[in-house]
């Protein structure tokens, strides 16, 4: 089926032309424990306006969180970043500051990955599937290239940027299945 996708952006009052706020973020019924809604909300007032400072804040405060609602592999990479940034948080407050010291043993540390994972897992399905929009690839892909730069693999971070912009050039009659997301 070939259903046109709608962009993502703020719904506009076309009565008094003004923007309808979003939610700040989705229903807590779309995530499986309270601890995955604790760290989306880090994501959402911590980790993504932080994230603004080098891309567009809207982006990450409104059309990511927006889209999380959506798919759930954007909701588990939001939740790896959360998660991430909470092992940080621990780890600056012992004041471990070697290379990678997002200290590995730490509960943080392990919920990021294990998320990261299923985010990756379902980027690599939908390109297999080629049933989402290129852009809400792309939007995963962003919270991929962050979350291995955040955490120090910046070889893996750039390869994740050659692929987004490998399926962001790709012309529409070419198939999702090239682009391997990682």
Do not use: M
């Amino acid at each position: 089926s070939n259903q046109r996708l709608l962009p993502l952006v703020p719904k506009i009052d076309y009565l008094s032309k003004t923007v309808v706020p979003l939610a700040p973020s989705p229903p807590q019924r779309l995530f499986a424990t309270d601890q995955e809604f604790q760290y989306f909300k880090t994501f959402a007032g911590t980790t993504g306006p932080n994230l603004g400072e080098y891309l567009d804040t809207p982006l990450w405060c409104r059309i990511v969180l927006q889209a999380s609602e959506q798919e759930q592999f954007i909701r588990y990479g939001i939740i790896a970043l959360g998660a991430l940034n909470k092992s940080h948080d621990v780890t600056t407050a012992i004041g471990d500051f070697s290379g990678r010291a997002l200290v590995a043993g730490s509960a943080h540390y392990q919920v990021a990955f294990q998320h990261y994972g299923k985010s990756i897992q379902g980027i690599r399905k939908a390109c297999q599937e080629e049933r989402k929009s290129r852009r809400t690839i792309l939007i995963a892909c962003l919270l991929a290239i962050c979350f291995e730069y955040y955490h120090g693999n910046v070889d893996l971070a750039i390869e994740h940027v050659k692929n987004g912009i490998r399926l962001s050039t790709y012309s529409s009659n070419h198939p999702y299945t090239h682009v391997s997301p990682g």
